[in-house]
């Protein structure tokens, strides 16, 4: 396509890398360069907080509605290109079909032919992503697209846009058994000194919370998350975000906070996978703080939420995968959080998605809530379900979710053996799932494991009548899910059952104020909890 002469780019109002007008939005502030014409400026902005904010839906549409007002605007096909590779921190493979419609924008942008240099490099960068994806695995060409955008943001220092999707593409990459956090720690390191000339850019907040997403970290990501929903209150994923810090250092009325707005933002915006998510969170937060009653009532809504939900629809960060995970959790969370196995066992066989971990789910409460209730055969089944949908993963390259489904599917298999009197193995088997839990970092889609390994090593030997044992676990599941019900009681249990009643005061007493908002009476384990507080 050839370009109009200098001349008829001014007649055009074409700007060709003049700073656009500064646009503020409820969705934050986003100035970045482009040869665009002027008159599509604000509505690119707007596509870009969008794209900052995960809001790929609405992204897409806002980018592609420039490219019908300015069909040489490289820059928005860019954009779709990139809202169609939909949440970079999603730990799956992306589809033939998704990766397709990403080329195809790639190569809208190559053909309208960007009038800078700067510009042909963004897409060539975001064209690492998609190329040769049918001879190419994903992260080898994640791997290529985090260089490309590294030597982009050296070239061009003064493009703030560069080096904050440099970061993103960084912290994304991450591996998730790399304890040193070198690449978190890097992209936090950028993004923080973009911050202070940046404090209304969404993208620059939104990605220091996910660098800092993981337990050795939440705390730095504090600040961050008190700030971005101020930023972008127009967006759910924004509204929602800060409850990932929150769950992190068990900040649960802030999470209700955060995640009550969001579900709002999600619901007025039709957008049910970010409602479901925002949720699933929601539902998390509940437990944790033993309002069982608001939990029920979101049960009582899920079949309704799960009817409007289309999994194929490109919507916000939760968009597919991030909706079908929550369907499946909130009824295993609710059985596994209170220790009730028979509703474990009876929860329905699940439905078969294109995301079959979050079936996997399911399978893990059922054989957990068998081998409780001794149904031994059925906690087979489900263990052997589990082992099928994990080889399944592995050999469609999910190499992320077929291990964590191998985790649940090996702790539950060491409860099948503490049913069958095979007390030292079951303890063993524990021991060595938790170990490998604990190399691996979760994926954003879930506020935390339905069960954590170490948990029910902990649970285990309290069984078993080795409570310092148990209490050790216990605080060990603490530090890495500070404020957690179930870890705070057990260790409560272990504590009283070693001798030290102080210990045990102390637990009761965190449990107790923690779900000071909690139902009335409660669970039985905060009856048990004021019992012991009013007998010292």
Same mark, same amino acid.
């Given at each position: 396509?050839?370009?109009?002469?200098?001349?008829?780019?001014?007649?055009?109002?074409?700007?060709?890398?003049?700073?656009?007008?500064?646009?503020?939005?409820?969705?934050?502030?986003?100035?970045?360069?482009?040869?665009c014409?002027?008159?599509?400026?604000?509505?690119?902005?707007?596509?870009?907080?969008?794209?900052?904010?995960?809001?790929?839906?609405?992204?897409i549409e806002?980018f592609?509605?420039?490219t019908?007002?300015?069909?040489?605007c490289?820059?928005?096909?860019?954009?779709?290109?990139?809202?169609?590779?939909?949440?970079?921190?999603?730990?799956?493979?992306r589809?033939?079909?998704?990766?397709q419609?990403?080329?195809?924008?790639?190569?809208a942008?190559?053909?309208?032919?960007?009038?800078?240099?700067?510009?042909?490099?963004?897409?060539?960068?975001?064209?690492?992503l998609?190329?040769?994806?049918?001879?190419?695995?994903?992260?080898?060409?994640?791997?290529?697209?985090e260089?490309?955008m590294?030597?982009?943001?050296a070239?061009?220092?003064?493009?703030?846009?560069?080096?904050i999707?440099w970061?993103?593409?960084?912290?994304?990459a991450?591996?998730?058994?790399?304890?040193?956090?070198?690449?978190?720690?890097?992209?936090?390191?950028?993004?923080?000194?973009?911050?202070?000339?940046?404090?209304?850019?969404?993208?620059?907040?939104?990605?220091?919370? !996910?660098?800092?997403?993981?337990? =050795?970290l %939440?705390?730095? #990501?504090? /600040?961050?998350? $008190?700030?971005?929903? *101020?930023? +972008?209150?127009?967006?759910?994923?924004?509204?929602?975000?800060?409850?990932?810090?929150?769950?992190?250092?068990g900040?649960?009325?802030?999470?209700?906070?955060?995640?009550?707005a969001?579900?709002?933002?999600?619901?007025?915006?039709?957008?049910?996978?970010?409602?479901?998510h925002?949720?699933d969170?929601?539902?998390?937060?509940?437990?944790q703080?033993?309002?069982?009653?608001?939990?029920?009532?979101i049960?009582?809504?899920?079949p309704?939420?799960?009817?409007?939900?289309?999994?194929?629809?490109?919507?916000?960060?939760?968009?597919?995968?991030?909706?079908?995970?929550?369907?499946?959790?909130?009824?295993a969370?609710?059985?596994l959080? !209170?220790r009730?196995?028979?509703? =474990?066992? %009876?929860l329905? #066989?699940? /439905?078969?998605? $294109?995301?079959?971990? *979050?079936? +996997?789910?399911t399978?893990?409460a059922?054989?957990?809530?068998?081998?409780?209730?001794?149904?031994?055969?059925?906690?087979?089944?489900?263990?052997?379900?589990?082992?099928?949908?994990?080889?399944?993963?592995?050999?469609?390259?999910?190499?992320y979710?077929?291990?964590?489904?191998?985790?649940?599917?090996?702790?539950?298999?060491?409860?099948?053996l503490?049913?069958?009197?095979?007390?030292a193995?079951?303890?063993?088997?524990?021991r060595?799932?938790?170990?490998?839990e604990?190399?691996?970092?979760?994926?954003?889609?879930?506020?935390?494991?339905?069960?954590?390994?170490?948990?029910?090593?902990?649970?285990?030997?309290?069984?078993?009548?080795?409570p310092?044992?148990a209490? =050790?676990e216990?605080?060990?599941?603490?530090?890495?899910?500070?404020?957690?019900?179930?870890?705070?009681?057990?260790a409560?249990?272990?504590?009283?059952?070693?001798?030290?009643?102080?210990?045990?005061?102390?637990?009761?007493q965190?449990?107790?104020?923690m779900?000071a908002?909690?139902?009335?009476?409660g669970?039985?384990?905060?009856?048990?909890?004021?019992?012991?507080?009013?007998?010292?």
């Amino acid at each position: 396509m050839s370009k109009p002469s200098a001349a008829a780019a001014v007649i055009l109002s074409f700007a060709f890398v003049a700073v656009p007008l500064a646009q503020e939005h409820h969705l934050g502030t986003v100035r970045m360069k482009n040869s665009c014409s002027t008159l599509v400026q604000d509505q690119f902005e707007r596509g870009m907080a969008l794209l900052h904010s995960f809001e790929f839906g609405p992204a897409i549409e806002t980018f592609t509605a420039t490219t019908k007002a300015d069909s040489s605007c490289a820059m928005a096909y860019w954009g779709i290109a990139m809202a169609r590779w939909t949440n970079p921190f999603a730990a799956m493979v992306r589809t033939p079909a998704q990766l397709q419609a990403g080329l195809e924008a790639i190569t809208a942008g190559e053909k309208a032919g960007a009038w800078t240099v700067r510009e042909n490099e963004y897409v060539a960068a975001a064209k690492n992503l998609f190329a040769d994806y049918q001879t190419k695995d994903q992260p080898t060409r994640l791997a290529a697209y985090e260089k490309a955008m590294a030597a982009l943001a050296a070239k061009y220092p003064d493009d703030i846009e560069a080096t904050i999707f440099w970061a993103l593409s960084l912290a994304a990459a991450a591996p998730p058994t790399d304890k040193t956090y070198a690449n978190q720690l890097k992209a936090a390191a950028l993004l923080e000194k973009l911050l202070p000339q940046n404090t209304n850019h969404p993208g620059i907040t939104h990605y220091i919370i !996910h660098s800092y997403d993981t337990p =050795a970290l %939440a705390d730095r #990501a504090v /600040a961050a998350a $008190r700030r971005y929903s *101020t930023i +972008a209150p127009d967006s759910a994923h924004a509204l929602h975000m800060p409850s990932h810090t929150f769950t992190r250092v068990g900040a649960w009325e802030d999470s209700i906070t955060s995640n009550t707005a969001s579900a709002e933002a999600a619901r007025k915006a039709n957008n049910v996978g970010e409602t479901l998510h925002a949720t699933d969170y929601l539902a998390y937060a509940y437990l944790q703080t033993g309002q069982d009653a608001k939990v029920q009532a979101i049960m009582k809504q899920l079949p309704a939420m799960a009817a409007q939900f289309d999994p194929t629809k490109i919507e916000g960060a939760a968009s597919g995968a991030g909706g079908t995970f929550a369907i499946a959790a909130i009824p295993a969370r609710w059985a596994l959080e !209170h220790r009730d196995w028979k509703a =474990a066992s %009876a929860l329905a #066989a699940p /439905a078969t998605t $294109r995301y079959p971990y *979050t079936e +996997a789910m399911t399978h893990f409460a059922k054989a957990l809530g068998a081998s409780h209730a001794n149904a031994l055969a059925d906690a087979r089944n489900a263990i052997a379900a589990m082992d099928a949908i994990s080889k399944n993963l592995a050999q469609a390259g999910e190499m992320y979710w077929s291990s964590q489904v191998a985790i649940q599917k090996d702790g539950a298999a060491a409860w099948v053996l503490l049913a069958e009197g095979k007390s030292a193995e079951a303890v063993a088997g524990m021991r060595a799932v938790a170990a490998r839990e604990d190399a691996t970092d979760k994926s954003p889609v879930t506020p935390g494991p339905l069960a954590p390994a170490r948990e029910l090593l902990a649970d285990m030997l309290l069984d078993l009548k080795q409570p310092a044992d148990a209490l =050790a676990e216990y605080r060990a599941v603490l530090k890495k899910e500070p404020n957690r019900f179930r870890a705070i009681y057990g260790a409560a249990k272990a504590a009283a059952a070693s001798g030290d009643k102080a210990a045990a005061h102390g637990y009761y007493q965190q449990l107790v104020t923690m779900c000071a908002k909690g139902d009335q009476p409660g669970r039985a384990e905060l009856v048990e909890a004021r019992r012991a507080l009013s007998a010292r």
